[in-house]
C-alpha cells in the first residue's frame, strides 16, 4: 500500500509536468545545470568518455551544461543517492543506475516514469520499439509503465584464450557449449596448483547473485519473473546450479569461492585463467590488454540432456533515471529529457560499444557504420548482442536492496563453503524473502 500510495504521486508529478513539455525554451541567460551520476563496473576511460560525450550536448545545446560525476560502482552510486535524498538533498538529475532498482527507487519515491515523456513524442512509440525487448525489461513495473531508458546495458559472456585451447589441443573455434562441456574444457586447460585456472568465476566479494542467476537461466529456472512481488530462490532446479557452481571450485578447476570482479580480467588478460565469465562491457578493455586472440562466446547452456539443454543469462548494466521531488520546472525537464534522448541515440549508442564493449541498447545502431565496421574487424562484439535472444530479466523485486542482501549473503555463504547444506540455505533464505514481500502479495 505504501509503495502504491508513492507511486500515484510520482505518476501525477510526471502528467502534470509533460502537459508543460516543449511550451517553454530553455533560458539561455541562465544556464541549466543538469547533475548526471554515473558509475562503473568495467576498466577504461569511462570518465574520458562521459565528459566528451557531456561536451558534444553542450555544443549542440546551448543554455543546458552537464555536470558527469563519477560515483564509484553501482553500489556506491545507490548508496551516494540514498544518502543525499534522505538527508534532504537533492541527489543527482538524472543518473546511471541498475535497471534492478528500479522499485525500490519507485518505493521511496525518488523517480518519475520516462513514460510521460516518450508519450509526448511524436515518434515514441518507434522510439521504444528501437531498443532490443530484452534490454527493456526490467524498465517497466508490473503495471507496463516504463520508468527508465538503458543506456550501459549487458550480459555475462565466456571470455576464452584461443592460443591456450590450441597449446591443450583444443579447437580455438569450438568453445564449450553447454556445462559439461565447460567442465571437460576447464579440467584440460588448467595447470596444478592454481598457475592456471581452466575458469573463473567473479562471485567473490559479495554479490554473486547476477553470474549465479545466468546458471540458474541455463538450468531452467529464473529466479524472478514479471511479478515483483514473487521470488523463487530454493526451487530444486535453482538449487542444482549452485551446486554446479561449488562443484567448480571443489575439483580445483576454478578458484574455491570464485574471484573477485575486478581481479578477473587482469588474471585473464595475464594468462592466469583460460576462461572467465564477465560482462560484455569488459571486452574493450580485453581486447586493449590482451597479448593473445580473445574468443569470446555465449555463455555455455545447462547441461547436455533433453531437460537442461538451452542458453540462459540475465542482462545486466545499468539504465536512465530522472530523479524528481516535483519541484523541477519544465525547462529542467525538457533538458533532462533532451539529455537523455541523446544518450540513448543510435550514433551515441554505437561508439559507446565501440568504447567499451557495452551492448548498444537501440538495434538501429547496429545498422549505422560505426558498428558495421566494428563487426566486420572484431565479430566478438556481436556474441552479447546476438545472445539477448537467450536473455531474461534480471534480478528485481520489491523491497530489492533487502532481498538482494539476503541472497548475496546466502549464496557467498555456500559458495564459500561455510555452508555444506545448499537446500536448507536457500530454504532458509526463501522464508526470510517470503516474509519481506508478503505485504506486497
Same mark, same amino acid.
Not at 280 to 303: H, K, R
Given at each position: 500500500?505504501?509503495?502504491?500510495?508513492?507511486?500515484?504521486?510520482?505518476?501525477? @508529478?510526471?502528467?502534470? +509536468?509533460?502537459?508543460?513539455?516543449?511550451?517553454?525554451? +530553455?533560458?539561455?541567460?541562465?544556464?541549466?545545470?543538469?547533475?548526471?551520476?554515473?558509475?562503473?563496473?568495467?576498466?577504461?576511460?569511462?570518465?574520458?568518455?562521459?565528459?566528451?560525450?557531456?561536451?558534444?550536448?553542450?555544443? =549542440?545545446?546551448?543554455?543546458?551544461?552537464?555536470?558527469?560525476?563519477?560515483?564509484?560502482?553501482?553500489?556506491?552510486?545507490?548508496?551516494?543517492?540514498?544518502?543525499?535524498?534522505?538527508?534532504?538533498?537533492?541527489?543527482?538529475?538524472?543518473?546511471?543506475?541498475?535497471?534492478?532498482?528500479?522499485?525500490?527507487?519507485?518505493?521511496?519515491?525518488?523517480?518519475?516514469?520516462?513514460?510521460?515523456?516518450?508519450?509526448?513524442?511524436?515518434?515514441?512509440?518507434?522510439?521504444?520499439?528501437?531498443?532490443?525487448?530484452?534490454?527493456?525489461?526490467?524498465?517497466?513495473?508490473?503495471?507496463?509503465?516504463?520508468?527508465?531508458? #538503458?543506456?550501459?546495458?549487458?550480459?555475462?559472456?565466456?571470455?576464452?584464450?584461443?592460443?591456450?585451447?590450441?597449446?591443450?589441443?583444443?579447437?580455438?573455434?569450438?568453445?564449450?557449449?553447454?556445462?559439461?562441456?565447460? +567442465? %571437460?574444457?576447464?579440467?584440460?586447460?588448467?595447470?596444478?596448483?592454481?598457475?592456471?585456472?581452466?575458469?573463473? @568465476?567473479?562471485?567473490?566479494?559479495?554479490?554473486?547473485?547476477?553470474?549465479?542467476?545466468?546458471?540458474?537461466?541455463?538450468?531452467?529456472?529464473?529466479?524472478?519473473?514479471?511479478?515483483?512481488?514473487?521470488?523463487?530462490?530454493? $526451487?530444486?532446479?535453482?538449487?542444482?546450479? @549452485?551446486?554446479?557452481?561449488?562443484?567448480?571450485?571443489?575439483?580445483?578447476?576454478?578458484?574455491?569461492?570464485?574471484?573477485?570482479?575486478? $581481479?578477473?580480467?587482469?588474471?585473464?588478460?595475464?594468462?592466469?585463467?583460460?576462461?572467465?565469465?564477465?560482462?560484455?562491457?569488459?571486452?574493450?578493455?580485453?581486447?586493449?590488454?590482451?597479448?593473445?586472440?580473445?574468443?569470446?562466446?555465449?555463455?555455455?547452456?545447462?547441461?547436455?540432456? $533433453?531437460?537442461?539443454?538451452?542458453?540462459?543469462?540475465?542482462?545486466?548494466?545499468?539504465?536512465?533515471?530522472?530523479?524528481?521531488?516535483?519541484?523541477?520546472? #519544465?525547462?529542467?525537464?525538457?533538458?533532462?529529457?533532451?539529455?537523455?534522448?541523446?544518450?540513448?541515440?543510435?550514433?551515441?549508442?554505437?561508439?559507446?560499444?565501440?568504447?567499451?564493449?557495452?551492448?548498444? =541498447?537501440?538495434?538501429?545502431?547496429?545498422?549505422?557504420?560505426?558498428?558495421?565496421?566494428?563487426? =566486420? %574487424?572484431?565479430?566478438?562484439?556481436?556474441?552479447?548482442?546476438?545472445?539477448?535472444?537467450?536473455?531474461?530479466?534480471?534480478?528485481?523485486?520489491?523491497?530489492?536492496?533487502?532481498?538482494?542482501?539476503?541472497?548475496?549473503?546466502?549464496?557467498?555463504?555456500?559458495?564459500?563453503?561455510?555452508?555444506?547444506?545448499?537446500?536448507?540455505? @536457500?530454504?532458509?533464505?526463501?522464508?526470510?524473502?517470503?516474509?519481506?514481500?508478503?505485504?506486497?502479495?
Amino acid at each position: 500500500m505504501r509503495a502504491m500510495k508513492r507511486r500515484q504521486v510520482c505518476l501525477l @508529478l510526471a502528467f502534470v +509536468v509533460v502537459l508543460s513539455l516543449g511550451v517553454l525554451p +530553455v533560458n539561455a541567460q541562465e544556464p541549466i545545470v543538469i547533475d548526471f551520476y554515473y558509475p562503473t563496473a568495467v576498466g577504461g576511460p569511462i570518465t574520458e568518455i562521459l565528459e566528451g560525450y557531456a561536451a558534444q550536448f553542450e555544443e =549542440a545545446n546551448p543554455g543546458i551544461d552537464i555536470n558527469p560525476v563519477y560515483q564509484g560502482d553501482y553500489t556506491q552510486l545507490r548508496t551516494t543517492v540514498q544518502t543525499e535524498m534522505q538527508g534532504g538533498g537533492t541527489g543527482p538529475d538524472v543518473a546511471v543506475m541498475l535497471a534492478t532498482d528500479l522499485f525500490s527507487f519507485v518505493e521511496e519515491g525518488y523517480i518519475i516514469p520516462a513514460q510521460g515523456f516518450i508519450d509526448q513524442m511524436e515518434d515514441g512509440e518507434a522510439y521504444v520499439d528501437d531498443f532490443f525487448p530484452a534490454l527493456l525489461l526490467n524498465s517497466y513495473d508490473e503495471d507496463g509503465v516504463l520508468w527508465s531508458i #538503458p543506456f550501459q546495458r549487458s550480459t555475462p559472456i565466456l571470455f576464452y584464450n584461443k592460443d591456450q585451447f590450441a597449446e591443450v589441443g583444443l579447437d580455438p573455434e569450438d568453445p564449450p557449449q553447454n556445462r559439461d562441456e565447460l +567442465v %571437460e574444457y576447464a579440467q584440460q586447460l588448467a595447470l596444478p596448483d592454481g598457475e592456471r585456472w581452466g575458469l573463473m @568465476l567473479p562471485v567473490a566479494g559479495g554479490f554473486p547473485i547476477w553470474l549465479f542467476q545466468s546458471f540458474a537461466i541455463a538450468n531452467g529456472q529464473n529466479i524472478v519473473s514479471d511479478d515483483p512481488s514473487v521470488v523463487t530462490f530454493n $526451487d530444486p532446479k535453482v538449487t542444482e546450479a @549452485l551446486e554446479f557452481m561449488v562443484a567448480l571450485g571443489d575439483d580445483g578447476i576454478s578458484p574455491a569461492g570464485g574471484s573477485a570482479w575486478g $581481479d578477473t580480467p587482469t588474471a585473464f588478460t595475464s594468462g592466469q585463467a583460460a576462461m572467465i565469465y564477465h560482462t560484455t562491457g569488459s571486452l574493450t578493455n580485453i581486447l586493449n590488454n590482451a597479448d593473445f586472440e580473445v574468443g569470446v562466446a555465449y555463455l555455455p547452456s545447462g547441461p547436455a540432456n $533433453d531437460e537442461g539443454l538451452g542458453y540462459g543469462t540475465p542482462t545486466g548494466g545499468g539504465n536512465m533515471y530522472i530523479f524528481d521531488d516535483g519541484t523541477k520546472t #519544465p525547462e529542467e525537464l525538457d533538458a533532462i529529457w533532451r539529455w537523455i534522448e541523446f544518450l540513448s541515440s543510435p550514433e551515441i549508442q554505437a561508439d559507446w560499444t565501440v568504447q567499451t564493449g557495452y551492448i548498444a =541498447a537501440r538495434q538501429s545502431a547496429w545498422e549505422t557504420d560505426t558498428l558495421v565496421n566494428l563487426l =566486420a %574487424e572484431h565479430p566478438q562484439y556481436g556474441v552479447a548482442r546476438d545472445q539477448l535472444t537467450f536473455a531474461d530479466r534480471e534480478f528485481s523485486s520489491y523491497r530489492a536492496i533487502d532481498v538482494q542482501g539476503i541472497i548475496n549473503t546466502t549464496l557467498s555463504s555456500v559458495l564459500s563453503g561455510s555452508e555444506t547444506d545448499a537446500q536448507a540455505a @536457500l530454504d532458509g533464505a526463501q522464508a526470510q524473502i517470503d516474509s519481506l514481500l508478503e505485504e506486497y502479495r
